[in-house]
Every structure is written in C-alpha cells, then in structure tokens.
C-alpha cells in the first residue's frame, strides 16, 4: 500500500497565564506543551497539507513523527488530540482563545504518553479515529491539524521542534482499482507480436492490421 510523508506548514503554541492568551506561530516556533512558569501554560499546535493525498482514498493508518528538542518534567504526560475535536479548524487563523481550547477539544489520540520527558525523535501510531477524521478533512478542508497538551496543563513543559528534524503526518492508503473494460463494451484486446496491447474497436469480428 502507498504511504506519503507530509511536512507540517504551520506550528506553534499558545500561552496562557490565567488571564491572556497569546499564540505564537510562525517558521521560528516550536510546538510547546506543559508550563514554563508557574501560573502559565502552553499547548501546541500543528497543521498539515493533505494536497497530496489522493482524492477517494482509503487511509488505513496514521503517524505522527515528532522531534523534541527540550524534555518535559519527570512527570509530564503528553497528549496528542485532534485539533478542534476533527482537525478541520485552521489553527493560523484562530484567535489565540479559540486555539488554546482547540488544541485539547474531543478525545485525544494519544493519552498521557511520557514520550515527551525525553528528547529525540517519536513515532507516535495514531488509532483508526485519525484514519477516518483525516478522510473527512481531506473532503471538507484539505489539510489536518493536530493539538498538544500536557494532561494537567502543570508539568515542566517539553518543547518539539522541527528546524533540528521535520515533524511529519504519515498516511497509508489504498486507492480505488480501476476497473478494466469488460467484453461486449464494444472493444476487444488484440495482441500484436511483441507490442504492447492495443485496444482497437470491436465490430463483430477482430480487425487485423
């Protein structure tokens, strides 16, 4: 079955500090989870580009390829969600507010992982709900987004970035075969020495070159 690797085109995180929200996301963010200091918090974000996924494709598993570039606390537990409970929202125009609830909304693909207490590159296996949310997004919006949080929003936050080691969406998927023509559609197959098929019209009898 095919598989593509997709780049993330945007990223970042928002910080809260009980009061504001402010959302940084540009080429020089990283995607931050946990609390830097006491009283904030940050939560991270992701987007991804599905252009190159086939139309009508089947995905049939998904992965998420992260580098973190700073460990979280020896208590951090990471959580990977859609973002906006679909990954249909687009967290580049999102009000830092919006973003910040969007990044923990719905149930999270991956649930308390202490992945994050260390650095280095993580595979994460998304379960079948990503397959079918990442269909959906590539019919409604054609991109797909992910959300990172630290379950309680109070460990010592871990930092992920993707200037030492691209974050990558990995899709496998299957396509629709192509059905071939079947006889008495008004075409026959005639084979010529050792050229290839050639599909000529069918009157009735074979026609000869």
């Known amino acids: 079955m095919p ?11 928002v910080r809260f ?4 929200y402010v959302k940084s996301g540009d080429a020089a963010v990283e995607v931050r989870l946990g609390a830097p200091l006491k009283g904030q918090v ?9 252009a190159s996924l086939p139309a009508g494709a089947t995905v049939t598993l998904v992965r998420a390829r992260i580098y973190v570039s700073l460990a979280g606390g020896a208590a951090h537990l990471g959580d990977i969600h859609p973002y906006g409970s679909n990954g249909q929202p687009n967290p580049e125009t999102d009000d830092a507010a919006t973003c910040y609830t969007n990044t923990a909304a719905g149930t999270p693909y991956i649930d308390d992982t202490i992945e994050f207490r ?3 590159t993580k595979w ?12 959906a997004a590539k019919t409604a919006v054609n991109r797909f987004s992910l959300g990172f949080h630290e379950e309680g929003d109070n460990d010592a936050e871990a930092s992920c970035d993707p200037t ?4 990558l969406l990995e899709i496998t998927y299957t396509v629709p075969a192509v059905a071939r023509p079947a006889f008495g559609d008004g075409f026959t ?6 050229l290839k098929s050639l599909r000529l019209p069918y009157f009735g009898s074979v026609r000869c070159l």
């Open 42 to 50: 940050d939560r991270g974000f992701e987007r991804f580009p599905l």
């Open 189 to 194: 197959w005639v084979q010529l020495l050792n």
């Open 124 to 135: 994460f296996s998304l379960p079948a709900q990503a397959c079918t949310d990442v269909m």
């Open 3 to 13: 598989t593509i690797q997709i780049a993330q085109n945007y990223r970042g995180y």
């Open 118 to 120: 260390t650095v280095g």
């Open 164 to 167: 030492i080691q691209d974050h």
């Open 17 to 20: 500090d009980g009061t504001n």
